[in-house]
């Protein structure tokens, strides 16, 4: 009685006894992981090796900025109590005593504000450093931003009427997938705030290169899977005998 032909799979399979598609993809492995563990991280820091934000030396804005919001401040100010005194004269909602201590507190809260607003300006300050931008204001509740290069996507430049007659910009540095600024600086004279966006730019395409070739030599695979001319197959033409 004859055996009945079994059917063939479709998809082919090598022979046991033939080992060399075994030991090509062995060493692509082992060459693959070799060069993983080979990259080089870095010693590992202590501690005391971190770099305190606080010490880090940062520069100072325009000193034509705090003058500048100085003097809006203040106009805007005297406007305020102008209005409120000539509405307390003219109506006399309240007796005179009364409306004279409001007046002198107004004026007292005016110049408190006022002053406070110069002092703020004047904590502004910023750094560019290797890999990142930092950014810190606040005078009584300070904040501190660190903006890395990898993660800057574009830089903008605005200014002003006001600004542009004390020749300042405000540099505003966007995030990959953020629409609002990660960092907006005040107070950048013009000039230097165009030649920190053209650093910043250029920084930030180094490193975008940079995280390239390193995912490269992390996972080679990924790359060499699109130019091995192995896993190219050529297509197969079935013959049909008629």
């Not at 106009?75 to 109590?81: E, M």
Request: glycine residues 4%; aromatic residues 4%; contains cysteine.
């Amino acid at each position: 009685m004859d055996t009945p032909p079994q059917p063939k799979s479709p998809i082919a399979q090598p022979p046991l006894n033939d080992l060399s598609a075994v030991s090509d993809t062995s060493a692509m492995s082992s060459a693959g992981s070799t060069i993983a563990h080979d990259y080089d991280h870095g010693p590992l820091l202590s501690q005391d090796e971190y770099i305190q934000l606080t010490e880090l030396p940062l520069s100072n804005i325009d000193p034509n900025y705090p003058k500048l919001l100085l003097i809006i401040s203040s106009v805007v100010a005297v406007i305020i109590i102008t209005v409120l005194s000539a509405f307390l004269l003219i109506t006399k909602p309240l007796p005179l005593t009364i409306a004279s201590v409001g007046l002198v507190s107004a004026m007292i809260l005016a110049v408190v504000v006022i002053k406070l607003i110069h002092l703020k300006a004047h904590k502004i300050t910023y750094g560019l450093f290797k890999h990142e931008m930092v950014f810190r204001e606040g005078l009584f509740w300070v904040s501190t931003t660190a903006l890395p290069y990898t993660r800057l996507q574009h830089v903008n430049l605005s200014q002003g009427p006001l600004e542009r007659k004390y020749n300042l910009v405000t540099l505003k540095c966007f995030s990959a997938g953020s629409g609002l600024a990660e960092i907006d600086l005040p107070g950048l004279n013009a000039d230097l705030a165009e030649h920190l966006r053209q650093h910043l730019l250029s920084q930030a395409a180094a490193n975008h290169q940079l995280l390239i070739t390193e995912a490269e030599i992390i996972d080679p695979m990924s790359s060499d899977a699109e130019t091995d001319p192995l896993s190219i197959q050529p297509p197969q033409q079935d013959n049909h005998n008629g």
